[in-house]
């Protein structure tokens, strides 16, 4: 009897930085569904994406190529036009070629779409600034997951939580961005909310009202976005599909804060990274593997049993070492490219690190070299 192939979910938030989450020390937020799918599974700490740009982390995030090498060099929508060349081949391409039934959910900002050819378009429920309804979109997954196809299926499942939005919250007195929170809880749902007080300020802010007004709204667009990927594992095991049932959690880049999103500093590009894997033993424990959204897609294709051309990646499979505390036999070092974010927004920077070290290179210094203050 032919072994069945594992179903996979790869989840994918836009701008959640891993100091807003539980499972990764910070005890005021609400985040009990991402930490117990951690206690089911693996934390990363060494985990970066290779561009803290949306368009240009999830060029890398889909085709395990290098975003200055794909051609996404920045955002895809509106005047921008940056877009995949047309000879790299996509994840959904090759799960598709493998026997995969696969679907995407929510988000995009990849182009073209042609290149990216998920067999079921769930749409975006959230395409509106105002509808950032997670517990809707995980909802509207349950059709395609539920379907009696014998095939395994991939579902990239993009929230647009928590990014900011075009609103603010007008009754404060500090006017803080509203980051998708609805004026009322959607159907279904219950919103968290969190006074200022409440809140815990990271290192690479200031400690003022106005942080703790965005820190607040922040923090409730990652409670809801919570819930949404609470009520999508609830799916999965409703359907008696979660213990086969390969689940990636990551953001595709920092919080849109200074310091963090759009630039290749720690908050920008150290993100959360969790693996609940049904074939590895470790449950509940880390690993500081130095990982990056270049080895998603071949880990997805090795777990997927997907014949692939290695040599053909940035990145390479990290499945070997998922339930490994601190491997001595995977890579040294990491490489990160920062180009644009739209195309007004020219931030060029360049990184390699380590474990230890760190090189950061910010090219648009009227330096034409790097100097000690570029070391950080």
């Known amino acids: 009897?032919?072994?069945?192939?594992?179903?996979?979910?790869?989840?994918?938030?836009?701008?959640?930085?891993?100091?807003?989450?539980?499972?990764?020390?910070?005890?005021?937020?609400?985040?009990?569904?991402?930490?117990?799918?951690?206690e089911d599974g693996v934390r990363f700490t060494n985990a970066f994406c290779t561009a803290a740009t949306c368009a240009g982390s999830r060029s890398v995030i889909l085709t395990g190529v290098q975003n200055h090498t794909n051609g996404t060099y920045g955002h895809t929508h509106g005047r921008n036009h940056f877009s995949c060349f047309d000879n790299v081949v996509t994840l959904p391409k090759l799960l598709n070629d493998s026997g995969y039934r696969t679907a995407c959910i929510g988000k995009k900002h990849y182009a073209p779409v042609s290149l990216f050819p998920f067999m079921t378009d769930l749409g975006d429920p959230q395409n509106n600034p105002s509808e950032r309804d997670d517990v809707k979109m995980a909802d509207s997954c349950r059709t395609f997951i539920s379907d009696k196809d014998p095939r395994s299926f991939f579902l990239y499942y993009c929230s647009h939580n928590p990014h900011r939005d075009a609103r603010v919250f007008e009754k404060h007195p500090c006017k803080p961005n509203r980051f998708g929170n609805p004026d009322q809880a959607f159907p279904n749902d219950v919103e968290r909310s969190y006074s200022d007080d409440e809140v815990e300020v990271p290192s690479f802010l200031p400690d003022s009202p106005e942080s703790r007004a965005e820190i607040a709204q922040y923090y409730q667009s990652i409670s809801r976005l919570d819930r949404g990927i609470g009520c999508l594992t609830g799916i999965l095991k409703e359907t008696g599909k979660y213990e086969n049932t390969l689940i990636i959690y990551i953001s595709d880049n920092g919080s849109a804060f200074p310091a963090s999103k759009t630039t290749l500093y720690d908050p920008g590009m150290n993100l959360p990274c969790i693996v609940k894997s049904p074939i590895h033993k470790?449950?509940?424990?880390?690993?500081?593997?130095?990982?990056?959204?270049?080895?998603?897609?071949?880990?997805?294709?090795?777990?997927?049993?997907?014949?692939?051309?290695?040599?053909?990646?940035?990145?390479?499979?990290?499945?070997?070492?998922?339930?490994?505390?601190?491997?001595?036999?995977?890579?040294?070092?990491?490489?990160?490219?920062?180009?644009?974010?739209?195309?007004?927004?020219?931030?060029?920077?360049?990184?390699?690190?380590?474990?230890?070290?760190?090189?950061?290179?910010?090219?648009?210094?009227?330096?034409?070299?790097?100097?000690?203050?570029?070391?950080?």
Not at 8 to 13: A, D, E, W
Not at 319 to 336: F, G, H, M, N, Q
């Open 1 to 38: 009897m032919k072994k069945e192939k594992l179903n996979i979910v790869l989840i994918v938030s836009d701008d959640h930085g891993r100091e807003a989450l539980g499972c990764y020390g910070n005890k005021k937020i609400k985040t009990p569904n991402l930490d117990r799918l951690a």
């Open 282 to 376: 470790n449950k509940g424990k880390t690993t500081d593997a130095l990982v990056t959204w270049a080895d998603l897609t071949p880990t997805i294709l090795d777990f997927a049993g997907a014949k692939t051309e290695p040599s053909k990646f940035f990145g390479k499979s990290f499945k070997r070492v998922i339930d490994r505390e601190s491997p001595l036999d995977w890579r040294d070092e990491i490489y990160a490219s920062h180009t644009f974010h739209e195309i007004t927004n020219y931030y060029p920077m360049r990184v390699v690190r380590s474990k230890k070290f760190k090189f950061i290179w910010n090219i648009a210094s009227p330096l034409t070299y790097p100097s000690a203050s570029d070391i950080w």
